[in-house]
Every structure is written in structure tokens, then in C-alpha cells.
């Protein structure tokens, strides 16, 4: 069985955003998000304190509607997400 990831990096403007992180200015941050794994129980969505976590209108292989991979410019990297999640489908990284 394969597991599709969905993977953000910062910024819109990348040039621009690597040169904020270089200067110290921002953190990194990624939230990946296994949707194969994801059976929808939205519990992640709960916990994150900005609400940006919701779920798919597409199913996956188990007949679930996954997460979908929140906007990484509003998210905090707090890590919430991935610390709820029962299933380790999500790993929210900040460096
Ligand atoms: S890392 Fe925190 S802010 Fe970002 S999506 Fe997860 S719970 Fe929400
Ligand atoms: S907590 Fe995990 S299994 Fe539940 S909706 Fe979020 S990613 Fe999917």
C-alpha cells in the first residue's frame, strides 16, 4: 500500500522567505501529513489552537476524508497536531 505525503515549505515567496530564516527573523516550519494513514477522526483539527486543520472533500484508500495540510504561513509549529494524532499521521517539524 503506498502513502501519498503532502508537504509544505515556508513562504509564497521563497527568495524572499529564506532570506527572513537566514537573518534569524523566522523560524522553519513543515507540517507533513500522510493522508493514507489519516482515518479522519479530527482530533488534530481540535487541538490546533488556530484552527486551520480541516478535512478533505476526497476519500483515501480506507474510504476516509484525510486532513488536508494547513496553511503553513498561519501555522505556529506548535506541534500539537502531531502529538494528538493516534495514527502518526502527522510530523510538524520547527527548527
Ligand atoms: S503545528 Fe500547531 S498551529 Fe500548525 S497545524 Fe499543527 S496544531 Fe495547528
Ligand atoms: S488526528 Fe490523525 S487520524 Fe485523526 S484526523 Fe488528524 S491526522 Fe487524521
Known sequence: ???????LVPGDNTSQEASRIIKGGLKMKAV????????????????CPKGLITASAGLNHHGYHPVQTPDINLCNGCGRCALVCPDLAIVATRR
Open 32 to 47: 507533513e501529513m500522510d493522508t493514507e494513514r489519516c482515518k479522519g477522526c479530527g482530533l488534530c483539527a481540535a487541538y
Open 1 to 7: 500500500m503506498s502513502s501519498e505525503y503532502l508537504v
